[in-house]
Nanobody
Framework: QVQLVESGGGLVQPGGSLRLSCAAS????????IGWFRQAPGKEREGVSCISSSGGRTYSAYYADSVKGRFTISRDNAKNTVYLQMNSLKPEDTAVYYCAVRRVASASCIRYDYDVWGQGTQVTVSS
């Protein structure tokens, strides 16, 4: 069974950090592109960061302008897990964060390009 499970969300003060994890089961993440998305109440789900498969070579990573320089996406193929390190968090980063897999190698930050989604993890940035 193909499954993604996110973890690492929580409540953090502005300026703080969190690291989200996306653990895969039932398939090998290394071969596929992964995206992190978020959805705030009343808003559309938006792409935050996406990464291509590594396939034994370097991979490509992309970021939304709103998180560039603050968030870093990475993958640990040995653990079949992708991470999203979030630093300098702002209240506007508050949302449910989802990871998703796109069963091709190339990266995309467009939600409609993904067909397997995790259940989401809540991130709240508030003082």
């Amino acid at each position: 069974q193909v499954q993604l499970v996110e973890s690492g969300g929580g409540l953090v003060q502005p300026g703080g950090s969190l690291r989200l994890s996306c653990a895969a089961s039932g398939f090998t993440l290394n071969y596929y592109a992964i995206g992190w998305f978020r959805q705030a109440p009343g808003k559309e789900r938006e792409g935050v960061s996406c990464i291509s498969s590594s396939g034994g070579r370097t991979y490509s990573a992309y970021y939304a302008d709103s998180v560039k320089g603050r968030f870093t996406i990475s993958r640990d193929n040995a653990k079949n897990t992708v991470y999203l390190q979030m630093n300098s968090l702002k209240p506007e980063d508050t949302a449910v964060y989802y990871c998703a897999v796109r069963r091709v190698a190339s990266a995309s930050c467009i939600r409609y390009d993904y067909d397997v989604w995790g259940q989401g993890t809540q991130v709240t940035v508030s003082s």
